[in-house]
């Protein structure tokens, strides 16, 4: 059953992202970083982690799920260390993504030219 909810939840997310994309002219940078602010914002009223309960590692794939890291990481760290905790628990619970996307991206751009 997890699988089905795992799809589910990811299907809606992509639905939820395309019905947006058709009837708005906003740009793909404006769906991803509604999604990312929206799976802080669940995130931080304790939302998502009932989700991921629900979705399993569905819930883990989206773009929401960034936005949730960013927030668990910050809540964490910020009840240890203060207000230096909320950089601290943001970068550490990314810093995996944020790394590899920005290695990727580099060797790729050697590999293909941009077109004009």
């Keep these: 059953m997890i699988y089905v909810n795992a799809f589910l939840f990811c299907g809606f997310v992509c639905l939820l992202g395309q019905i947006i994309l058709d009837n708005t002219k906003l740009t793909p940078g404006h769906v991803t970083t509604i999604f990312v602010c929206l799976g802080a914002a669940l995130d931080a009223f304790g939302i998502y982690d009932k989700i991921i309960l629900w979705a399993g590692g569905g819930a883990l794939v989206p773009i929401t799920s960034f936005g949730h890291s960013l927030i668990h990481g910050a ?15 943001m970068f550490d619970l990314t810093s995996a993504g944020i790394i590899s996307a ?3 991206s580099f060797f ?9």
Excluded: C, N
């Excluded at 790729?108 to 004009?116: G, I, V």
């Design 102 to 104: 920005i290695v990727f």
């Design 108 to 116: 790729l751009s050697l590999l293909f030219q941009p077109k004009d």
């Design 75 to 89: 809540l964490q760290k910020a009840a240890d260390f203060g207000v230096m905790g909320l950089l601290m628990g």
